[in-house]
């Protein structure tokens, strides 16, 4: 368990890569201002894929519940979290602080500085929890990572992570989707269940067990359970935009196969140290490349009078070479950084002083009561 799964690097990407192509030419709304028309229709060679794009999402889920599974086994729930902090949060601050003062400078049709205090409850990474206007406009997918990350501390990592308990989490939370389907109004259920998206963390950490112990009954029936109640959700959710049904049930399918190709070491011989680096990018890459990819798009196009088909791989190289800086400069220092200043906190709260007794004077024995003689 100790080599490195490169393979698993590059899928990230792949993901990263996919939902940016959506993000630049598979959909319309503010990014028409970068482009000054839909993108759909300036790229129609590219729509067919590019609309398919944003379940690169469920690709990153999976991808979630297989490293998360792999990297919490033998840590305490106080190094689990450590390491998911140390890990998050440098990039993310600097990501929320570049693009609101970018917007600040820039001044892009449709996008306004939010309010100093949603900018606040941004650092947090609760915005979404809370409704305050998200700064990045991908955030929304670490508020479903969170809560996954939430579930899985307290049901299975606290006690430790053990093949038993692993799979009857998978088992139990996939059943909990299924069983509360039907209920008509669930606010509560979905934001503690997750239903359109716990699938896919499932099937991952479903093949993080397969990887790790080899493929049983039960292992495999849980990856095809996940995946068939996943496809499902995906369908009911996705389909629109140029997105069939068969085209969700094929991008889903893909999505669960290349993490199994992992799982089973189809891809074992992918080892380029490249894909070690591009894994690295990913995370900065996905933070950044919306809303300043956006920025970039209509200056190239406006100020430097390039053409659409030059602008668009232009763009992804920008903003790659800009996740780098982050990634060498943010989160290379700063990770270890907090990971350590985290680990020096004490693990328990110090104990209330217990007060010292008082010391009991000696009570002076009371009068006897006179009665008046009659």
Not at 131 to 147: N, Q, S
Not at 197 to 207: H, K, Q, S, T
Not at 295 to 305: C, H, K, N, P, Q
Not at 325 to 349: C, F, I, N, S, Y
């Amino acid at each position: 368990m100790g080599r490195r799964l490169t393979a698993l690097d590059g899928l990230r990407l792949v993901a990263a890569l996919a939902v940016c192509l959506y993000h630049y030419a598979g959909r319309g709304g503010p990014v028409t201002a970068a482009w000054g028309g839909d993108p759909r229709t300036l790229f129609p060679a590219l729509r067919p894929v590019a609309v398919y794009g944003c379940l690169g999402v469920e690709l990153f889920f999976v991808i979630s519940g297989f490293v998360i599974c792999l990297s919490s086994w033998g840590r305490t729930v106080g190094a689990f979290a450590r390491s998911r902090v140390s890990r998050l949060f440098p990039a993310y601050w600097v990501a929320v602080v570049l693009v609101t003062a970018v917007f600040l400078v820039v001044r892009f049709p449709g996008e306004r500085p939010a309010p100093a205090s949603d900018i606040l409850a941004n650092l947090t990474m609760s915005q979404s929890g809370l409704g305050a206007h998200r700064v990045l406009g991908v955030c929304w997918t670490l508020w479903i990572e969170a809560k996954f990350y939430l579930l899985w501390a307290v049901a299975v990592v606290w006690r430790g992570v053990t093949y038993r308990r692993a799979l009857a989490f998978g088992w139990l939370w996939l059943a909990a989707v299924v069983l509360t389907g039907g209920l008509k109004s669930q606010p509560l259920v979905d934001q503690l269940l997750i239903p359109q998206y716990a699938p896919f963390f499932i099937g991952g950490l479903a093949l993080h067990l397969v990887h790790r112990f080899g493929g049983a009954p039960q292992t495999w029936g849980l990856v095809g359970a996940a995946f068939l109640v996943g496809q499902y959700q995906d369908v009911q959710s996705s389909t629109g935009n140029g997105r069939t049904h068969l085209g969700i049930i094929i991008a889903d399918l893909m999505a669960f196969l290349l993490v199994a190709g992992v799982a089973l070491g189809w891809f074992d011989w992918a080892k380029w140290r490249w894909l070690t680096t591009a894994g690295a990018l990913t995370y900065p890459f996905y933070l950044i490349h919306e809303h300043l990819g956006w920025v970039a798009v209509r200056e190239l196009r406006l100020r430097a009078g390039l053409p659409d088909a030059a602008v668009l791989p232009l763009t992804v190289a920008v903003m790659l070479a800009l996740a780098w800086l982050l990634h060498r400069w943010v989160e290379q220092p700063l990770g270890p950084w907090l990971k350590r200043a985290l680990a020096r906190m004490p693990a328990r709260l110090p104990a209330e002083p217990v007060p010292e007794p008082r010391p009991v004077e000696p009570q002076k024995p009371e009068p006897e009561p006179v009665h008046s003689a009659r």
